[in-house]
């Protein structure tokens, strides 16, 4: 079945330690994303990328790097450089086109900070 | 500024209510879309509509019912005999053509459906 793959779907990390985050989807979409999701507020963008070899920063880009060097893969690394990196991290895909297209989610990582 | 506005933080209905939830968006351009997702406690987002700036046609899929209102920049959700599995985050989103298609989401609305 065609989808949005995240892992893990738990991890802890001690304070100053990088740690990645992994997306993969096999629909064929071009554009994938990553968001951030605290408790209470809705989702903030990372990350996206409209193609490979390309991403542009969000709202909320410092402290997280990301790559893209295949249409399925969209890892996101978690800097120790982000100040309050515990929270829960979607990934999403979408075809992009003339006509705007609803985000597939995956799963969700949550990611705590001990 | 907000784009989308959920003014419901969290809502609590009984077995077989209608509950409405509200969405207010803000933008201005003249092509855009609006999204609604249902986020349960397994975390993924799950779509449920699409409806783009030029349809202002209320939609209605079983129990759900989406009504668009551009004069009053709105798009509501209403869920209709609710149940228990409808517990659930909701989110109204809006996308813009001129913004490159980027996503705004609101910040959610908490349904719980008590048996």
């Known amino acids: 079945d065609g989808g949005i793959t995240q892992s893990p779907k738990y991890l802890f990390r001690k304070e100053g330690q990088n740690v990645t985050l992994s997306c993969e989807q096999n629909l064929n979409h071009d554009a994938m994303y990553w968001y951030r999701q605290d408790p209470g507020q809705g989702l903030r963008l990372i990350y996206y990328?409209?193609?490979?070899?390309?991403?542009q920063k969000g709202d909320i880009a410092e402290g997280y790097s990301v790559s893209r060097e295949k249409k399925e893969s969209f890892p996101l690394t978690v800097t120790s450089a982000q100040k309050n990196p515990t929270a829960f991290y979607l990934c999403?895909?979408?075809?992009?086109?003339?006509?705007?297209?609803?985000?597939?989610f995956g799963e969700g990582s949550r990611l705590t900070v001990l | 500024a907000q784009k989308v506005t959920q003014a419901q933080t969290e809502i609590s209905v009984v077995e077989k209510e209608d509950v409405t939830l509200d969405c207010v968006y803000e933008?201005?351009?003249?092509?855009?879309?609006l999204f609604w997702y249902k986020q349960p406690p397994s975390g993924e987002l799950v779509f449920l509509i699409r409806?783009?700036?030029?349809?202002?046609q209320n939609e209605i899929s079983g129990r759900y019912s989406w009504n668009f209102q551009k004069s009053t920049s709105s798009f509501n959700f209403t869920i209709t005999a609710s149940q228990v599995v409808d517990s659930a985050v909701y989110f109204c989103a809006l996308s813009e053509v001129n913004t490159g298609n980027q996503f705004y989401f609101g910040t959610g609305t908490s349904l719980t459906v008590i048996p």
């Open positions: 409806r783009n700036s030029f349809d202002e």
């Open positions: 933008t201005r351009d003249t092509t855009y879309y």
């Open positions: 999403a895909s979408r075809l992009e086109g003339v006509w705007t297209g609803e985000l597939f």
């Open positions: 990328s409209q193609i490979v070899n390309d991403f």
